[in-house]
């Protein structure tokens, strides 16, 4: 077996700064940093992404049930009210892609049970600078590795993943809805969650977990073979 480095730190979300004891509360319309943070990760626009831990002595934060460890984010992919708000994370790697190398790049998703939406376009997006916008609606990028399910409705786990080839000197990964158009690839789930509308919004929210970008296995393979 062929063991690859994953460029990702803290790609389980396990590691923090401090643990976290409530949801994200930073402002939508100033660069702060995302309060209780995993480590190495951050907000990458005015949208809050949560953060949950095992470690934390609220039940609502720690009764999540992470894919692996002790710890995962929460996002919002898509939500009806304030423009079609979305949150992204993002992080940097710990060593810039080589030209030309192909990279498999993974992550884990699984649906909030109280999401009334649904999204098809949850994505990584490969970048040089994952630097912090001052919107919180749609970000657009280009090279992203996207969902092959025509729409998460699981609250399992489900894998999203593909192969990358590095232009070079890539330093950066960012998760989210990438979808340019407003409805952003959304349908209304089969039960549609009248609650939520009473809360002033219906939304496609997602927990994340297990992110990595390694050397794509296959070709190591077949380089070890050779």
């Known amino acids: 077996t062929i063991f690859s480095q994953n460029l990702v730190p803290n790609g389980g979300f396990e590691e923090y ?3 976290p004891d409530t949801i994200n509360t930073a402002s939508y319309y100033k ?3 995302w309060h209780y943070a995993p480590k190495f990760w951050y907000q990458s626009s005015c949208g809050t992404p949560d953060y949950y831990n095992k470690c934390s002595v609220l ?3 720690r009764a999540v049930n992470q894919r692996s460890g002790t710890g995962c984010i929460l996002i919002a992919a898509f939500n009806e009210s304030d423009n079609f708000c979305r949150e992204y994370v993002s992080v940097n790697f710990s060593s810039p892609l080589i ?3 192909k990279y498999c790049v993974r992550f884990y998703a699984s649906m909030d049970k109280r999401s009334d939406l649904i999204c098809t376009f949850l994505s990584a997006n490969i970048g040089y600078v994952a630097d912090w916008r001052s919107t919180y609606v749609h970000l657009s990028f280009s090279s992203l ?3 092959q399910i025509p729409y998460l409705s699981d609250t399992n786990w489900v ?3 593909g192969v990358y080839t ?3 000197g890539e330093k950066c990964l960012s998760i989210g809805n990438f979808s340019e158009n407003n409805v952003g690839g959304i349908r209304i789930k089969e039960k549609y969650d009248i609650k939520n509308k009473a809360l002033g919004s219906h939304f496609a929210v997602y927990f994340i977990d297990d992110v990595s970008v390694t050397h794509d296995d296959r070709f190591l393979q077949q380089a070890y073979e050779d």
């Open 59 to 61: 039940p609502r934060i």
């Open 99 to 101: 030209a030309n190398e």
């Open 145 to 147: 590795i996207y969902n």
């Open 166 to 168: 590095a232009k070079g």
């Open 159 to 161: 894998e999203i993943s």
């Open 31 to 33: 660069k702060e940093l």
């Open 17 to 19: 700064e401090k643990c």
